[in-house]
């Protein structure tokens, strides 16, 4: 599966964005659980949110809780990270990622994903 991330920016705190990533490929999205990951300039690669492959399970970082929502369109192939209340520390290249058979305990980890975007950029402003 190719994924394409969009919809990063530059945005004043406390503003919001919608993040999508759309899936292509012979493989079927709808096997896949997704996950948003982001990495900060001299930073590792971090956790943010992931849903499950029937988009009834999502789970989210505790930095980002209450303020990002994971969502997918199984019929659209895509992912979508709303993120409101952005803060400056929210600030980093934010990548979508698939992989299949993840356990709810590995959901949060890169390695166990096999299928990555290109990133996008989201930048907060204080």
């Known amino acids: 599966v190719q994924l394409q991330a969009s919809g990063g920016g530059l945005v004043q705190a406390g503003g919001s964005l919608r993040l999508s990533c759309a899936a292509s490929?012979?493989?079927?999205?709808?096997?896949?659980?997704m996950g948003w990951f982001r990495q900060a300039p001299g930073k590792e690669r971090e956790f943010v949110a992931a849903?499950?492959?029937?988009?009834?399970?999502?789970f989210s970082a505790d930095s980002v809780k209450g303020r990002f929502t994971i969502s997918r369109d199984n019929a659209r192939n895509t992912l979508y990270l709303q993120m409101d209340s952005l803060k400056p520390e929210d600030t980093a290249v934010y990548y979508c990622?698939?992989?299949?058979?993840?356990?709810?305990?590995?959901?949060?980890?890169?390695?166990?994903?096999?299928?990555w975007g290109q990133g996008t950029q989201v930048t907060v402003s204080s």
């Open positions: 990622a698939a992989g299949q058979g993840i356990i709810q305990s590995s959901i949060r980890t890169p390695r166990q994903y096999d299928y």
């Open positions: 849903i499950f492959r029937s988009g009834g399970t999502t």
């Open positions: 490929g012979r493989s079927t999205f709808s096997r896949y659980s």
